[in-house]
Nanobody, 115 residues
Framework: QVQLVESGGGLVQAGGSLRLSCIASGSTSSINTMGWYRRAPGNERELVATITTSGSTNYADSVKGRFTISRDNAKNMVYLQMNSLKPEDTAVYYC?????????WGQGTQVTVSS
């Protein structure tokens, strides 16, 4: 089992920045891809960004150029730097990790962007 704990959410004005962090614990060996997803009220959960162990990244079109995902494999952590935030970025952000054939989720952290 892998446990994921997110931190760093909060309330920010449009145009501001936030940095989300996620730490993995438990059976962290063989974790491959880690990522961030989000769910806005009334919407389905959607991909924000993913990063592989080797550092290959993938972003949703809506966040390209504004968000940056990174990870520290030695610390079992993944980060999401969010700049130029927009009200439509308001959502609960979830950390995700893939290990072997299983996917794990954190409890989520709220990000609210005021206009």
């Amino acid at each position: 089992q892998v446990q994921l704990v997110e931190s760093g959410g909060g309330l920010v004005q449009a145009g501001g920045s936030l940095r989300l962090s996620c730490i993995a614990s438990g059976s962290t060996s063989s974790i491959n891809t880690m990522g961030w997803y989000r769910r806005a009220p009334g919407n389905e959960r959607e991909l924000v960004a993913t990063i592989t162990t080797s550092g290959s990244t993938n972003y949703a079109d809506s966040v390209k150029g504004r968000f940056t995902i990174s990870r520290d494999n030695a610390k079992n952590m993944v980060y999401l730097q969010m700049n130029s935030l927009k009200p439509e970025d308001t959502a609960v952000y979830y950390c995700n990790a893939k290990r072997l054939f299983s996917y794990y989720w954190g409890q989520g952290t709220q990000v609210t962007v005021s206009s």
